[in-house]
């Protein structure tokens, strides 16, 4: 019986309404977006500089802070740096988006330690 109604064959032949097998798609590309972004987002915690840079504990820095080859620098931009209230004693605040300015004060034999708040 067709009471108006257009039907199209998918691939198996099956009768579908028209612009149902669009809508499928469309709910079909929205899964598979969902479940790749799931997937980028988990690889992005792998790939995070975390995995490759030193992680420094509270305790391990306690004891760097007195040794003169030891510099921590503030990496928050000038507004985080400015109105924050916490801040570690001692550390130099540069600009994170300018290292070419400032990288050259420290010595290579230097050991960095940034932060961000």
């Known amino acids: 019986m067709n009471d108006g109604v ?3 064959p998918d691939a198996r032949g099956t009768l579908h309404r028209k612009g149902a097998l669009r809508e499928m798609s469309r709910k079909l590309q929205m899964v598979l977006f969902g479940f790749l972004l799931i997937g ?3 690889c992005a ?3 995070s500089a975390e995995d490759r840079t030193p992680r420094v ?3 391990e820095l306690r004891t760097m ?3 003169p080859e030891t510099v921590i620098i503030d990496a928050r931009t000038e507004a985080g740096w400015r109105t924050s209230r916490q801040k570690i004693k001692g550390a130099v605040r540069e600009n994170p988006l300018d290292p070419e300015r ?3 004060k420290y ?3 230097s050991t960095l330690i940034f932060y961000c708040g």
């Open 40 to 42: 980028l987002l988990g």
């Open 6 to 8: 257009s039907l199209i």
């Open 102 to 104: 400032w990288a050259g």
């Open 107 to 109: 010595s290579t034999g």
């Open 65 to 67: 802070m007195g040794r």
């Open 57 to 59: 504990s509270k305790e």
């Open 45 to 47: 915690q792998r790939w």
